[in-house]
């Protein structure tokens, strides 16, 4: 059974930073692709980043990119995301997910986290 587990939320104020992780098992961790996406409450849930398998690819929503970084150890079956520059419309609940499609529609990916929750206050 797969299960995905994310942790480093918090609650943080503008400027600041985060580091999420989520770490994996019951899967071949190294041959997902992995994503994180978003969720305010009251909003759709959003993609924020997506990194390829072997790590050498990223792609990132226009609304983080340059503030949040995306990467993952597969030894350590974890895949991370640096949150720089923290703002108030960064708070959600954050997921990370796994597929194999890379794309940035959450309903590619069959793999969730229970999510973690990242709250900047102003």
């Known amino acids: 059974q797969v299960h995905l587990v994310e942790s480093g939320g918090g609650l943080v104020q503008t400027g600041d930073s985060l580091r999420l992780s989520c770490a994996a098992s019951g899967l071949t961790f190294s041959s997902y692709i992995m994503g994180w996406f978003r969720q305010a409450p009251g909003k759709e849930r959003e993609f924020v980043a997506v990194?390829?398998?072997?790590?050498?690819?990223?792609a990132y929503a226009d609304s983080v990119k340059g503030r949040f970084t995306i990467s993952r150890d597969n030894t350590k079956n974890t895949v991370y995301l640096q949150m720089n520059s923290l703002k108030p419309e960064d708070t959600a609940g954050y997921y990370c997910a796994g597929g194999t499609s890379g794309t940035r529609y959450s309903n590619d990916y069959p793999y969730w986290g229970q999510g973690t929750q990242v709250t900047v206050s102003s």
């Open positions: 990194i390829g398998r072997s790590g050498r690819n990223t």
